[in-house]
């Protein structure tokens, strides 16, 4: 899931290395566009399914940079568990809230046009009204099963992601003996399914904590995001990213015959494929620290305007896929597609103007209720008061 742009105010986040990390959300948010439009017939017939797996990719590239970020924050922003909490809370909810309602509004209009392009959510409708709510929670892959909400699939991986923000507030915050319990219970919330992508995300982390040690110098570094390009490359075409997928089936049958709980790998299912994408990405942000490439002033602000809109991209254009191949739109031309991208692109633009923009807003919501909550339970627990 594509996270908020950091400031570069780190020893271990250059200005240069910011951008980069900005232009790979946005490269990535793009590369699952493309393989989800491939996937459901939309895109022209000279893109194979290939990028499908692509798609896959992208979000484990999101997954690291999440790490990076988040851990990142905890250094130069967040200085106490209510700051982490309130900046975390509000940039999830100030997107998730109005996605989530959007997408049933796009599948309500497609349903009334091609019901058939609805025919995998159909179970969900004549309960629409308690499915936000659940999804609010990030409880779609947990001990549950696996589902999303409506037509919105991209939301499997803020299920993961939210579960991880919780789990890494607790270790960073939390203090005294009852850290343990605490870890023990989010880890328990979170399920085997998202435990099993934790490793990627704790990847960025590393990364965060540890890049000031780690670029070589600046010719060394290019090459290291050449190689890491080629390397990804080689995994993708060689078949060995087939092996990987293997391997990962065979990891979930053996972990489903001895759990003492019914276990499903939820919406992943090539773990091992995505750890070596992982660490793949991870050589390449650290070759970008060290590359020493620049970028203009023009271009920066142009990468960091088109990333800091790509959560509301990656949440909705899905469902507006779903709606166009209810509407009857199958493999267009280039022009065709270019022209469905616009459209994704100006919902998109109207989406993050009710939400991703309006993260103030949200936070001081959040903060009010936070206040409100604190009195509450101050006058239940008088230690609890502050």
């Known amino acids: 899931m594509p996270v908020a742009s950091p400031p570069a105010t780190a ?24 393989g989800h439009s491939v996937v459901l017939g939309l895109a022209p017939e000279s893109l194979s399914l290939t990028w499908h797996r692509s798609a896959d990719d992208a979000v484990i590239a999101f997954f690291v940079i999440s790490g990076f970020v988040i851990a990142h924050s905890t250094r130069s922003r967040h200085g106490s568990a209510g700051h982490y909490a309130l900046a975390r809370v509000s940039r999830i909810y100030s997107v998730a809230i109005p996605a989530v309602l959007l997408a049933l509004l796009l599948d309500t209009i497609g349903l009334r046009i091609g019901p058939e392009a609805y025919a995998g959510y159909a179970w969900q409708y004549p309960h629409a009204a308690l499915v936000p709510p659940y999804h609010w929670l990030f409880l779609g892959e947990g001990w549950f099963g696996s589902w999303q909400p409506f037509s919105m699939e991209p939301y499997w991986s803020l299920a993961y992601e939210v579960w991880y923000y919780a789990l890494f507030g607790v270790f960073v915050y939390a203090r005294g003996w009852w850290r ?4 023990l219970l989010v880890l328990g919330f979170m399920g085997p399914a998202v435990l099993m992508l934790l490793p990627v995300w704790c990847l960025g982390v590393w990364l ?35 092996a990987g997928d293997g391997a990962s089936r ?3 049958a053996a972990v489903a015959a001895v759990a003492p709980f019914p276990f499903a790998p939820g919406s992943t299912v090539h773990v091992l494929s995505d750890y070596v994408v992982g660490v793949l990405f ?19 602000r142009l990468i960091r305007w088109l990333a800091d809109r790509t959560f509301s991209f990656y949440l909705i254009h899905f469902s507006l896929l779903v709606l166009a191949r209810a509407a009857g739109v199958s493999a267009p031309g280039w022009a065709g597609y270019t022209a469905l991208l616009a459209g994704v692109l100006l919902v998109t633009w109207a989406l993050g103007q009710m939400g991703e923009q309006r993260r103030e807003a949200y936070r001081a919501l959040f903060r009010r209720l936070g206040r409100i909550a604190r009195r509450g339970l101050g006058a239940v627990v008088p230690r609890l008061r502050l």
Do not use: K, N
Request: charged share 15%; proline share 5%.
């Open 11 to 34: 020893t271990t986040l250059s200005p240069s290395l910011s951008i980069w990390l900005d232009l790979c959300r946005v490269l990535a948010a793009l590369a699952v566009y493309v």
């Open 180 to 183: 343990w319990p605490l870890l």
């Open 208 to 242: 965060c904590r540890h890049l000031g040690t780690l670029p070589p110098a600046r010719w060394r570094a290019r090459g290291l995001m050449l190689l890491c390009a080629l390397a990804y490359a080689a995994f993708f075409l060689s078949g060995a990213r087939q």
């Open 250 to 252: 065979a990891l979930y």
């Open 282 to 300: 991870a050589g390449f942000v650290v070759g970008c620290a060290g590359a020493e490439w620049r970028f203009s002033e023009r271009a920066g």
